[in-house]
């Protein structure tokens, strides 16, 4: 069910991707090799993360939330609910996380981004975390860029085509800890309950080898998303399903919980378009009406605290 696709070998000859409008037809989900974000980058990431998440509680609550509804800094153990975001009432889900945003404020952004998106991410007071956090984030951005080229020309597109609505991303990137379940999960209570993401893409960056993820097949059964050492695994976002008419999935996945699982860590970074960038299905039709990338966003966001 999951394909991998090189994408040095695509940049050494970007005529053909037509494999990548195949998988995003069925299944919305890509393992990306030949990526070229350096080792070290990952690693001295992974390190920070890794730091950051072994504090005590009540560390980490020095970087919390201030507020409900503030998009950065740290959310505790079941404090959110994803599976809210498709209508369904569930536990809370057994996950800790770590939000961050932009690096840098466009000088035009406007009051309601402001407000959200380019609100300060909240550092913690960890030596190397800021630098590896950002070094990350900038290799993302970078990579998401060189995806989004390949996803034009699978459209059919020119490979700068979607340039002039990425200029300036309102991209977040979030580090996920679940901690090791404690016997029997309640009733409906996922790792990370079943969702779709809503921007254009994300790259998830899963601990090597581990097990938990689960995207659903369109038979309607749930298939093991594999977590290799050398590759990323992409998704496309409801944005972008929106923005292709449907051509291409937004696919629903979770984390599954099962008793007595051992930790898990895993790197998300959701790639969104400019705040302003308005959306309008790629065929013409009016299957879905335009929605601002930025307001689209905010409403999907507030939609999953628990």
Not at 243 to 265: E, G
Request: aromatic share 12%; hydrophobic share 40%; charged share 20%.
């Amino acid at each position: 069910m999951f394909e991998r696709f090189d994408l040095a070998a695509f940049e050494a000859d970007s005529t053909d991707a037509t494999a990548v409008d195949r998988i995003c037809r069925e299944t919305g989900f890509l393992i990306l090799q030949g990526h070229g974000v350096p080792q070290q980058v990952i690693a001295d990431m992974q390190a920070a993360v890794t730091a950051f998440f072994a504090q005590d509680a009540a560390a980490k609550e020095q970087v919390r939330a201030p507020y409900p509804g503030y998009p950065y800094g740290y959310i505790g153990p079941q404090m959110e609910a994803l599976a809210a975001s498709q209508g369904e009432e569930t536990p809370p889900d057994l996950k800790e996380s770590f939000n961050g945003g932009p690096l840098r404020v466009p000088a035009n952004a406007s009051a309601d981004a402001l407000a959200f998106c380019y609100q300060p991410t909240l550092w913690p007071d960890l030596p190397g975390f800021r630098p590896a956090w950002e070094a990350y984030y900038a290799a993302m951005e970078d990579l998401a860029t060189r995806v989004m080229r390949v996803f034009a020309v699978a459209l059919g597109k020119a490979p700068d085509f979607f340039a002039p609505y990425i200029g300036e991303p309102i991209s977040a990137l979030r580090a996920l800890h679940y901690p090791p379940t404690q016997g029997v999960p309640l009733d409906n209570q996922q790792r990370a309950g079943a969702h779709t993401d809503y921007g254009s893409l994300t790259i998830l960056l899963p601990q090597p080898g581990s097990q938990g993820l689960e995207a659903r097949a369109p038979n309607g059964d749930w298939v093991a998303v594999p977590a290799p050492a050398d590759a990323f695994v992409i998704n496309i976002g409801d944005l972008m399903a929106r923005w292709t008419a449907d051509r291409w999935v937004s696919t629903l996945h979770r984390v599954v919980a099962k008793p007595h699982q051992p930790a898990r860590q895993s790197l998300a970074f959701f790639h969104q378009p400019d705040w302003d960038a308005e959306i309008v299905p790629l065929d013409g039709s009016d299957s879905y009406a335009p929605v601002r990338s930025g307001p689209y966003l905010m409403d999907k966001f507030k939609s999953t605290g628990a």
